[in-house]
């Protein structure tokens, strides 16, 4: 074997073996990654189910309800976008700082038709906090403008109830 030929299966080898390191290396990723959406698009097109996802929103006024299922409580809210509503179903003790009509993160699973399992439950850290993507879903609904100051704050969102959601979802164009 020439020199010329020996080098060209190094630099074969040494490709393939970082064609298979970087392959390994996305797929151990890829079950660790989260996605973060918003209940419009949880209506629009559903996670799969064994998809575990970032749902954020504000907490509709009215729609808390709490139960205890033996020693455990049970929390079931919607969560909306100003588009959409999702029912989350939670079981466990909620963040000192969940209330009503405020930001919150619930990771979970999407379950049909329109709700979500929680499995943990995030609230939000200050009265100015808005997710992102919940804040360009305000813009998208034509329910906020950048250019007239900042989003809503969390006591607008006390005014919609779980009606005024409901009916947002009813009078929302069906979308493929």
């Known amino acids: 074997m020439t020199r010329k030929t020996r080098r060209l299966w190094l630099v074969i080898a040494c490709v393939a073996c970082l064609g298979t390191a970087a392959g390994l290396i996305l797929r151990a990723f890829s079950s660790d990654i989260v996605f973060f959406v918003t209940p419009s698009q949880v209506v629009a097109s559903p996670p799969p189910k064994d998809r575990t996802v970032k749902l954020g929103g504000m907490v509709v006024a009215g ?3 709490r139960e205890k299922r033996g020693e455990t409580p049970v929390s ?3 969560v909306t ?3 959409a509503s999702v029912t989350v179903h ?3 003790i909620l963040p000192d700082l ?3 009509g405020q930001s919150v993160v619930a990771i979970g699973t999407a379950t049909p038709p329109h709700d979500f399992a929680a499995s943990e439950v995030l609230a939000k850290h200050d009265e100015t906090y808005m997710p992102k993507e919940v804040a360009e879903a305000l813009k998208k609904a ?3 403008d950048p250019r007239f100051g900042p989003p809503p704050s969390a006591t607008s969102w006390n005014q919609m109830t779980v ?3 409901r009916k947002d979802i009813s009078a929302a164009p069906a979308t493929n």
């Open 63 to 65: 729609s808390v309800k």
């Open 76 to 78: 079931t809210f919607d």
């Open 81 to 83: 976008d100003g588009q």
């Open 90 to 92: 939670y079981e466990g």
């Open 98 to 100: 969940f209330r009503e």
């Open 142 to 144: 034509g329910k906020w």
């Open 163 to 165: 009606q005024d959601a």
